[in-house]
């Protein structure tokens, strides 16, 4: 697995999924991601609520297990949104 610099975007709550998950809008690009619920402090939970997504950025290689892909993507900080960014 190759790994990049952090990615740092503010981000919205769209739903949450019943397989725990959440799926959230990032603001930069209007991507859509599915992130663990856990991952989301629960003051932050609120569909609608914005919050501050940091991730080391990952590419998958061909060799790396999905067991791999889990770990990287275990490494998501979810963060109250800093008044800076609002």
Do not use: C, N
Not at 50 to 58: A, E, G, K, P, S
Request: aromatic share 6%; glycine share 6%; charged share 35%.
């Amino acid at each position: 697995m190759r790994t990049g610099p952090l990615f740092r975007e503010p981000a919205t709550i769209l739903m949450h999924l019943d397989s725990g998950y959440t799926r959230i809008r990032v603001r930069t690009g209007g991507y859509e991601w599915e992130i663990p619920t856990e991952k989301i402090p629960q003051e932050l939970r609120r569909v609608g609520s914005r919050m501050l997504v940091i991730m080391r950025r990952f590419r998958v290689d061909i060799t790396d297990s999905a067991d791999d892909i889990r770990r990287a993507i275990d490494q998501l900080e979810v963060h109250p949104l800093p008044e800076d960014m609002r």
